[in-house]
């Protein structure tokens, strides 16, 4: 039974990433009226891209072979110990569990090593789109580590744990009004989102305009199941991140046991809130600019000081 | 009694650097081979004296059995004291594998000298070096320490100007010099302080006398020790001689000063604050912290700035000693505060993180000193494309990368998440200033984190990917095998060292707690006592679980794929070029790749850039004939503190040279004047 849950849970985000940008793009068209692609669209255009052969550039090394792969496997990887419907951590024998995995700095660290490798082989071919695509994304990374690191701290602190199951379940016993600085650190956690995601008003995820493009420019050089692989690991990592802040933050209904009716409830539950996310994703998207590239900062370090301030607020009172 | 462990086995350690120092210069003379012989017979020695010095210091360890013993001299107040414990034999151990590799490397590194410089010269300083560097860890006498501190300091400026026949060597050499003394005259302020206070020059006296001494002393013994040691490690502001130094010197010699040199200094500060005189006031900790944090901060955007491949890596010297001083400065808060336990753990992360950075700074050094040999530039924007030509470099320099990047499995996760513990029990102590000051510390090793990647990825990056820059990069030809060979164990050791990270804290919590043994030769840290702790420490951060699932996800993933893929073709072609031909001046380059981080933080950084235009007609000024921008960064340690002070002494010198008249008349005065002055004073009293 365990050991099949545990299965699941390393499958399940990679199995639902694509929907929910497939959700998103629905979302966005429908607000900029237009009718758009079905949900399931994603999972066509990968599967697409699987059987498609691939043109790698002559100038690049091993570097860009390897790199989608690594990119995938962490973001798997990470994917495989954040709660999801339950606060269980899927174990295979009892010496052998994803526990340490769930450390929230393994966590970030290890989805740092993704960007890593992202930002390397953007450099590998040596084609000036792909080298400053890497040279932004580091920038931003850089940057947008404050925030997220200390927004997942002050979880981590309000807590007293550094494991993200056993954050959810301690905060879950929290009184309500304990929670206004987990809804500043939850901002500070939301803008860290969107920018480690490529989103708006960072990032743009759907256009390929040369002055504006970070992910893009780093994925240009790629086709076939490389680039399928690069387009999913984006995919698992938003899953990721809208899971982290869906229930770290918001913890209620996370079922702490494999009964099937806390399951059903916790389903539920993550639904709504991650359906609100993805949202306000496509709200910001549809309503807003992007930033030129110097007022991101500004944005990165507003989302720092927001969760200093969430810190500060928790260790003082 | 094991002879290893006896005097006799750490005097037959120091001859054997004895013999392979003298023996090189010998050879050196003999042979006139330019120093082949000589050269390989310093190194050959070295890594047999390295070698044994690790024995040394794992059977010290293993045994749990330290080493104390004195040699007379005949000089008053000096006494050639040794004492090796747990604590300098860890030291000893950092040293003597990175000694080892470094020495390794050598045997082939050195023969790009030949014919230009004399070899045997080089191999008499490194083995002078080298073993000065193991008598720092055992010295336990205030002279006899100061002796081989600065056998150390001119062995070191010696191997800088090797090169001597390169201008900028010499002004390196020149600053290092300056600098090495300006602390060195701190240290001795900071031991005749202590003498004074303790009278005595035995490390053994003031162990037991740590508690007399009166407040006001002890700041000023511990301040001059923070400067002294401090300008040592590197601690912005004090940290300018090291990016000019480090880059300076042959690349093996490089690894070990920015490796283990540096790391002296934090050896003596555990020494001065843990064990001398364990009564620091919380302050201290609290100034370590700041300073670590300053200096991993402001160390990673230096580096950021750089494109010379080698002053990259000094200033990644001065970051990391900045985070080893944030788990060292956690650990004398937690003491101060009353909390052994933290303190224990912090200084434990602080160890780690020592012994992390001398390896994967060995293995970027010495990765550097390869590209640099095959290319014969520094300067990253003439390198590109030396992933291919430079096959096994490239992968090692990419290990080292990750690891001083700080990513899981790798050796730098392992002690910066240590670090992050550490720093998280300060934010809930009780004092809103500490609470503040934690917090201060935990941002700084955050966006250092971050920083330090970006950095990396255009270190490995402009180096080793897209095309070739220029001609030398081109022709570039991978090292031979015993410079192969060192990167590889180093490389190696970082993912050992980093996924056994369970067992490696509870030797290190071992090793801090036989600190405060007093007697030596009882230390109680036998390796069974490990093995027993060990479980206690195995939940702490299994590294070796994540490194498991991690590759095994990957093997999986990529065999998937590969079989489920394998009737699809792949093809080569050219990158994306918009229409036009692609040239090796289209790539992005380390200036370009860290512009925009540097002007995020110009505010700190003060970008400068000067633009020298030329035209065909300087009336007209339509047509340019050619243009030339300069862009650097600002300076502002030289600008404010040592520009200021250095005017400031030559207006004191000049003002005190009025003395010296020249006349022979006027000097019989001054004798006679303070003959008479010294009569009243004694007849006084």
Not at chain 1, 152 to 167: C, E, F, I, R
Not at chain 2, 581 to 598: A, K
Request: hydrophobic share 55%.
């Amino acid at each position: 039974m365990t050991l099949f849950f545990s299965l699941i849970q390393i499958v399940a985000i990679p199995a639902i990433s694509p929907l929910f940008v497939g959700i998103i793009r629905k979302l966005k068209a429908r607000m900029q009226s237009r009718v758009g692609a079905d949900i399931f669209q994603p999972y066509r255009d990968l599967s697409k891209l699987f059987k498609k052969d691939e043109i790698i550039s002559k100038d690049a090394s091993w570097i860009t072979k390897i790199a989608p792969y690594i990119i995938f496997t962490v973001t798997v990887v990470v994917g495989a110990a954040v709660p999801i419907v339950t606060t269980i951590i899927p174990s295979f024998t009892p010496g052998f569990s994803l526990l340490p995995l769930s450390d929230f700095i393994v966590m970030v660290y290890l989805l740092a090593l993704g960007t890593f490798f992202l930002a390397l082989a953007g450099m590998d071919s040596g084609s000036g789109f792909g080298g400053f695509g890497s040279s932004r994304e580091m920038m931003v990374a850089a940057l947008a580590e404050g925030g997220l690191f200390f927004s997942l701290l002050v979880a981590s602190v309000a807590s007293g744990s550094g494991h993200v199951p056993s954050m959810v379940v301690s905060l879950q016993t929290l009184p309500f009004t304990s929670f206004m600085p987990l809804i500043v650190a939850f901002l500070a956690f939301f803008i860290a989102l969107l920018a480690e995601n490529n989103r708006f008003p960072v990032d743009n995820p759907s256009t390929h305009l040369e002055l504006t493009m970070i992910h893009e420019a780093m994925i240009l050089e790629y086709s076939g199941k490389r680039l399928a692989l690069m387009e999913w690991a984006t995919a698992n990592k938003l899953v990721i991140f809208i899971a982290l802040g869906a229930n770290i933050f918001f913890p209620w209904g996370v079922a702490a046991s494999l009964e099937g009716h806390a399951i059903l409830l916790a389903f539920v539950l993550f639904s709504l809130k991650t359906g609100a996310l993805l949202f306000s994703i496509a709200f910001i998207e549809s309503t807003m600019a992007k930033f030129r590239v110097f007022r991101v900062p500004d944005l990165l370090f507003t989302s720092f000081v927001l969760a200093v301030t969430a810190l500060c607020i928790i260790i003082t009172f | 009694m094991d002879i290893m462990l006896s005097p006799i086995g750490i005097l037959l350690l120091l001859s054997v650097f004895i013999i392979g120092g003298f023996g090189a210069l010998f050879l050196d003379r003999l042979l006139n081979d330019g120093g082949r012989m000589g050269g390989l017979w310093a190194h050959a020695f070295a890594l047999g004296g390295s070698l044994f010095g690790l024995i040394i210091s794992a059977k010290t360890l293993l045994v749990g059995q330290g080493i104390a013993f004195s040699i007379p001299s005949p000089l008053p107040l000096f006494l050639f004291d040794f004492r090796i414990d747990g604590l300098s034999a860890f030291f000893l151990g950092v040293i003597s594998l990175i000694a080892a590799m470094a020495s390794i490397y050598g045997l082939s590194y050195q023969t790009h000298f030949l014919g230009l410089y004399r070899l045997g010269r080089l191999g008499f300083f490194y083995n002078a070096f080298v073993c000065s560097l193991m008598l720092v860890t055992m010295a336990n006498q205030g002279l006899f320490f100061l002796l081989v501190w600065e056998v150390m300091s001119l062995a070191s400026y010696f191997l800088v100007i090797y090169e001597h026949r390169k201008p900028e060597n010499i002004r390196a050499g020149f600053l290092y010099f300056l600098m090495t003394h300006f602390g060195t005259a701190f240290i001795m302020l900071s031991f005749f302080l202590a003498y004074r206070a303790t009278g005595s020059f035995s490390f053994d006296v003031w162990r037991a006398a740590a508690g007399a001494i009166d407040p006001m002393m002890q700041t000023f013994i511990f301040l001059a020790a923070l400067i002294g040691f401090g300008t040592k490690a590197g601690i912005i502001p004090l940290h300018i001689w090291l990016p000019e130094a480090h880059p300076a010197a042959p690349s093996h010699v490089s690894a070990l000063m920015s490796g283990v040199m540096i790391k002296t200094a934090i050896f003596m500060f555990i020494r001065i604050f843990f064990d001398f005189f364990p009564i620091a006031s919380i302050e201290w900790g609290l100034t370590f912290l700041v300073l670590g944090g300053i200096s991993s901060l402001l160390g990673v955007l230096y580096a950021l700035s750089e494109h010379d491949l080698k002053r990259l890596l000094a200033y990644h010297s001065v970051e990391n000693i900045g985070i080893i001083l944030l788990g060292f400065g956690a650990s004398l808060t937690f003491m101060s505060l009353g909390y052994e336990k933290f303190a224990l753990f912090a200084l434990a992360a602080a160890l780690y993180h020592t012994l992390n950075h001398a390896i994967f700074k060995a293995l970027l050094f010495l990765g550097a000193g390869s590209v640099v040999a095959a290319t014969g530039t520094r300067n990253m924007e003439e390198y590109g494309g030396l992933v291919r030509l430079l096959p096994f470099t490239s992968a090692f320099f990419l290990i080292g990368s990750l690891a001083i990047s700080a990513f899981p499995p790798f050796n730098g996760f392992a002690s910066e998440w240590l670090t992050f513990q550490a720093l998280f029990i300060g934010i809930v102590s009780a004092s809103i200033i500490v609470k503040a000051i934690f917090i201060f510390a935990i941002a700084s090793l955050t966006f250092t984190g971050g920083l330090a990647a970006a950095c990396f990825v255009k270190a490995f990056g402009v180096t080793f990917l897209a095309r070739p820059r220029s001609e030398e990069a081109t022709h570039a030809h991978e090292s031979e095998w015993p410079m192969l060979a060192a990167m590889g164990i180093l490389a190696v050791l970082t993912l050992v060292i980093g996924v056994g990270s369970g067992f490696v804290i509870s030797l290190l919590v071992g090793i801090v707690a036989s600190i405060w043994l007093s007697n030596p030769s009882t230390l109680a840290f036998p390796f069974r006592q490990f093995i027993e702790t060990r479980s206690q420490f195995a939940d702490i951060l299994p590294l070796d679980t994540v490194a498991v699932i991690t590759l095994a996800v990957f093997v999986v993933l990529t065999v998937a794929i590969m079989v489920l893929s394998r009737s699809r073709k792949v093809s080569y072609g050219r990158t994306w070029d918009c229409g036009t031909e692609l040239g090796p001046r289209m790539e992005i380059t380390s200036t370009s790749f860290s512009r925009s981080l540097i002007t995020i933080f110009q505010g700190i950084l003060r970008p400068t850039k000067q633009t020298d235009v030329e035209y065909h007609d300087e009336e007209m000024r339509y047509f340019i004939k050619s243009q030339e921008v300069r862009t650097g960064i600002g300076d502002p340690y030289r600008q404010a503190l040592y520009r200021p002070l250095s005017a400031a002494l030559t207006m004191v010198a000049s003002r005190v040279r009025l003395v010296q008249s020249g006349n022979i008349n006027m000097y019989i005065l001054y004798v006679f004047i303070t003959l008479i002055a010294l009569i009243v004073w004694a007849a006084r009293s």
